[in-house]
């Protein structure tokens, strides 16, 4: 079963920055697409990021020119750089990676933007 755990998160003021990780239990496959979303109270889930292992990003209009997806191939390791906060990005933000015929799910990481 593959693990995906994320850390990270945390309580911040608006205008301020966090770093999101995302350890994968394995390493990280030509074929798998990296993803950040998220979720607010009474909200539904909604993507945030995405990235595929050649590159190629995808950005919610909310977050682009704030948010960046990387990884780091050698720590299995999916990262969300996260500046300029606003407190609408309060939610709690998960790490998916999704290929043909798989999903994986991490637990999720709290983060509070204070206004």
């Known amino acids: 079963q593959v693990q995906l755990v994320e850390s990270g998160g945390g309580l911040v003021q608006a205008g301020g920055s966090l770093r999101l990780s995302c350890a994968v239990s394995r390493g990280l496959f030509i074929r798998d697409s990296m993803e950040w979303y998220r979720q607010a109270p009474g909200k539904q889930r909604d993507m945030v990021a995405t990235?595929?292992?050649?590159?190629?990003?995808n950005y919610a209009d909310s977050v682009k020119g704030r948010f960046t997806i990387s990884r780091d191939t050698a720590k299995n390791t999916v990262y969300l750089q996260m500046n300029s906060l606003k407190p609408e990005d309060t939610a709690v933000y998960y790490c998916?990676?999704?290929?043909?015929?798989?999903?994986?799910w991490g637990q999720g990481t709290q983060v509070t933007v204070s206004s």
């Open positions: 990235r595929t292992m050649l590159g190629s990003t």
């Open positions: 998916r990676i999704s290929g043909p015929g798989y999903t994986y």
